[in-house]
């Protein structure tokens, strides 16, 4: 009789799991992503949706930083959907490629689902350079209950159109956005994501499941240097906080020049909200390298002499300290880029004197 009833209960949860496999034939049916709920961006008014900036409203820009700030870098897709099955389908603009910095990241997704109150990784992937506007199966075999589900889009590469395919029958709909408020982060290649294994990987998107904060980035790969161009977006931003990496990209004598006009500037647009500058990071390349060594002390120390200063004569003014490596310095990438790990470190040193800065201001983690 046991051996009847068990049986019995393997065929039901045979049958339950068979039932929910995508079939190989499934066919697509494709919901564009910025009809859904498309977030962290820093401006919402791009007639491009996934641009970060309008480059024709916005002047200024350098071809290689008009290029950047036409990416997606931080941006993500919130929707709910039944389906058994999560396809992308891409038509890219311009396209970056990299030797630090794995395809995914640059040019692929990673996607998250909800798992109670964390967000758990589901999947992630790109499309092969000569395949881009191939569709792109993420995951399948799902057992067909609503999932809430977050998407990362590709951290260096310009999107025209990003489409997200169901099954033919499934649900999909916009997700309201469990995250907290508007905190701007501007900032290096750092803050950009690079030599990440994949786009929910940067240090900020880590803070963002981390804390429910919800960070809006304007991270350029090398050209974060407090450029006034970059502060009229800045200043324009409805944010209710901003955070910089500028430290990483300008030598000493260029942070000496342009920090307190940087931060003039900002005040007057946002007299009351807290603008935090964080302390570059230790590279590994300065471990052998003289040079590189007396550069990255000059400009720490530099960074340091002024902010110091700045905290005293400016109101709402802030420096916390960064640390992306462990004890062994393993966290390198290329001598200069942490992994995915190095960037954990990252957000795990930032996140309680953040958080504590953000308190002050009635921003609190959810």
């Not at 758990?120 to 809430?148: C, F, H, Q, Y």
């Not at 489409?163 to 907290?180: H, R």
């Not at 980035?217 to 209710?240: E, T, W």
Request: charged residues 25%; contains cysteine.
């Amino acid at each position: 009789m046991k051996r009847i009833f068990f049986s019995f209960v393997v065929l039901i949860v045979s049958a339950a799991f068979l039932g929910a496999q995508t079939p190989k034939d499934v066919v697509y049916v494709y919901t564009e992503a910025s009809d859904l709920n498309l977030i962290g961006k820093i401006l919402e008014d791009t007639p491009n949706p996934y641009h970060r900036v309008d480059t024709v409203k916005y002047k200024g820009f350098t071809k290689s930083e008009n290029r950047q700030v036409r990416c997606s870098a931080g941006l993500a897709v919130l929707f709910k959907t039944n389906s058994t099955t999560i396809s992308v389908k891409t038509e890219y603009g311009w396209q970056y490629s990299s030797v630090n910095t794995m395809g995914i990241a640059t040019r692929g997704y990673d996607l998250y689902m909800k798992d109670g109150d964390q967000w758990l990784w589901a999947a992630s992937g790109a499309t092969r350079p000569e395949k881009g506007s191939d569709n792109l199966v993420l995951i399948k075999n799902m057992d067909g209950s609503e999932k809430e589900c977050m998407l990362y889009l590709p951290i260096y590469c310009e999107l025209y159109s990003v489409k997200i395919g169901v099954q033919e029958g499934a649900d999909i709909q916009a997700l309201e956005s469990p995250f907290n408020c508007r905190i701007g982060i501007f900032g290096s290649s750092f803050t950009h994501g690079i030599s990440t294994s994949r786009p929910g990987m940067s240090y900020p998107m880590q803070l963002m499941r981390k804390t429910g904060l919800q960070f809006l980035s304007i991270a350029c790969s090398g050209n974060c240097k407090m450029q006034p161009y970059y502060a009229d977006v800045l200043c324009d931003a409805d944010v209710d906080a901003l955070v910089f990496d500028s430290f990483s990209n300008p030598d000493a004598n260029m942070i000496r020049e342009r920090l307190f006009p940087f931060i003039e500037k900002l005040q007057k647009a946002h007299p009351d909200i807290p603008l935090i500058f964080q302390q570059t990071i230790y590279r590994e390349r300065r471990n052998f390298d003289c040079a590189t060594e007396q550069k990255e002390r000059e400009k720490q120390e530099t960074a340091a002499e002024l902010m110091k200063e700045a905290c005293k004569k400016y109101e709402n003014v802030y420096f916390i300290q960064t640390n992306a490596t462990d004890e062994l310095h393993e966290t390198s990438v290329d001598g200069t880029h942490p992994g995915d790990y190095g960037y954990t470190l990252w957000a795990n040193s930032i996140e309680k004197p953040l958080l504590k800065i953000l308190k002050k201001y009635g921003i609190r983690k959810k």
